[in-house]
């Protein structure tokens, strides 16, 4: 069976992947509160596979768990067919905000209304 692809690398799967990734404070996914602000796929050149950049918040930039956080994102998208590197780039702008940035449901489970 032929390796994966770059161009079957799909965000589907990266989000899919980032899903069951829990922000350790409030117990619930980091894709759901918004804190995935995006990612990006590329060739990682000479045969198949490729290489993602996923770009992200914490919910506050002093989070003590930001490390890890940023591991098990890292590890999460790592461990996709096909994928042959992982950059997790942490910014803060624009800063996260729930009321704007989490699903509908999640915004529910804080109270946010």
Known sequence: ???PTAAEITFKKIGEA???VQD???HMSIVDLGLIYGASIESAGEGPGGR???RMSLTTP???YGPMLL??????VAKLPGVKGVDVDLTFEPPWNPK???DDETK???GIY
């Open 1 to 3: 069976m032929a390796m």
């Open 24 to 26: 350790p404070e409030i």
């Open 71 to 76: 591991a098990m994102v890292h590890s999460a």
């Open 52 to 54: 993602v950049r996923v």
């Open 108 to 110: 529910d489970l804080l």
């Open 18 to 20: 980032l899903r069951p």
């Open 100 to 102: 704007t940035m989490a």
């Open 62 to 64: 002093m989070c003590p």
